[in-house]
Nanobody, 124 residues
């Protein structure tokens, strides 16, 4: 199973970006998918998560500006980021906490998958 994130880039403050993260492999089901970010010199922090049933959770710093969504048929999670601020600058990483895949003899549960990340830079 691989997670591939895309959509990062350079944007001016107040602008918007949309990130995507697609999971590939013989996937049966993905539990919670989400986005984290890590700025230079700072710890990784949660941005937003969404369960397979559509329940969302956001960091206080992005509530009202970011929207997380997913397409279960495509095993893809999105992050729509509006009203971007310079402090949103970071590498954004996608995560899947549990993925069920088809194995040779049956389904296999794997935990805690991470994509490589995509850089978002917001200029002031």
């Amino acid at each position: 199973v691989q997670l591939q994130a895309s959509g990062g880039g350079l944007v001016q403050a107040g602008g918007s970006l949309r990130l995507s993260c697609a999971a590939s492999g013989s996937i049966v089901n993905i539990n919670t998918m989400g986005w984290y970010r890590q700025a230079p010199g700072k710890q990784r922090e949660l941005v937003a998560t969404i369960t397979s049933g559509g329940i969302t959770n956001y960091a206080d710093s992005v509530k009202g500006r970011f929207t997380v969504s997913r397409d279960n048929a495509k095993n893809t999670v999105y992050l729509q980021m509006n009203s971007l601020k310079p402090e949103d600058t970071a590498v954004y990483l996608c995560n899947a906490d549990e993925i069920v895949v088809r194995g040779v003899t049956g389904n296999v549960h794997g935990m805690d998958y991470w994509g490589e990340g995509t850089l978002v830079t917001v200029s002031s």
